[in-house]
């Protein structure tokens, strides 16, 4: 009986260790879709990244540069194909909506919607989801890593103090 | 009575003979005793290979669990790029996308 709750532990934990893999997921299912442009970096290339000298990475956006050093994953899905489009927010809308994430800012406006979902542990953000979508477009830019909001905010312009 | 030292000292011949010219009573109900023995140990096989079916099984069912699992996760793309200069442009990009997105998100709130 130990032995069985042990590895009931052992298989939640890893299920677990897996279940954060959405931005994979949106990637694989439409990186290959016509009209959709998709990039992805992975831990690897992050690593690469980070071993580059800073003035060879602009070294004038010290802040973005720290952003970097703090990111493993990087998802974007850029669709100009109605039906992915449709698809594609639905899906998002459907996954996004389960509680798992903060919505942090939504904004609405003659059918163009702007969504940002963050994850945080603490202080550290682990998790951040832009959906954009309008009539002819959807963009999702998913990133993963362990980023401080006070970065974040400085990169994208101070959105809790607005 | 004979001491240890004879016994040892005695022939295999001698020993044999003395082992037949003894009689040796079997106690009553030896063999029913021994028949049991053997059935209650048939038994007892019997329900230790029950016993270890259960968890042999579930043991199995996880794997399979597991197998089915792991083979049902997204794989690994392969990276956009190879050049950690390109993708460094490519996240500044979108970076600056994020800002735009969200100083226009925030005057569309106001």
């Given amino acids: 009986m130990k032995k069985l709750v042990v590895l009931a532990i052992a298989l939640s934990l890893t299920v677990s260790s897996f279940a954060d893999s959405l931005g994979r997921k949106i990637y694989n299912r439409y990186s290959d879709e016509k009209d959709v442009s998709a990039v992805y970096i992975s ?8 071993r580059l000298p800073e003035m060879d990475m602009g070294g004038q956006n010290v802040e973005l540069t720290g952003l970097i050093k703090s990111l493993d994953g990087f998802y974007l899905i850029d669709s100009r194909n109605s039906s992915v ?32 979902y963050t994850k945080s542990q603490g202080e550290t953000m682990t998790h951040f989801v832009l959906v954009a979508s309008e009539k002819e477009e959807c963009t999702v830019v998913y990133l993963e890593g362990q980023l401080s909001r006070e970065q974040l905010n400085a990169i994208i312009g101070d959105m809790n103090h607005q | ?15 044999e003979k003395m082992a037949d010219s003894c009689e040796v009573s079997v106690p009553a109900g030896l063999e029913e005793g021994i028949r049991s023995a053997i059935i209650v140990k048939g038994e007892c096989r019997k329900r230790s290979v029950k016993a270890l079916l259960f968890p042999a099984l579930t043991t199995l069912a996880t794997a399979i669990a597991c197998l089915i699992f792991f083979l049902s996760l997204p794989s690994e793309p392969e990276d956009t790029f190879n050049d950690p200069y390109q993708a460094y442009a490519q996240l500044e990009k979108t970076f600056s996308y994020i800002s735009s997105t969200v100083d226009k998100s925030l005057k569309l709130t106001k």
């Fill in chain 1, 43 to 50: 831990p690897s290339m992050f690593k690469m990244i980070n």
């Fill in chain 1, 85 to 116: 489009n449709a698809s594609l927010k639905s899906e998002m809308d459907n996954i996004l909506s389960d509680g798992s994430m903060e919505l942090m800012l939504e904004a609405k406006e003659e059918g163009e919607t702007v969504r940002i």
């Fill in chain 2, 1 to 15: 009575m004979k001491r240890i030292e004879d016994i040892e000292n005695l022939s295999f011949d001698a020993l």
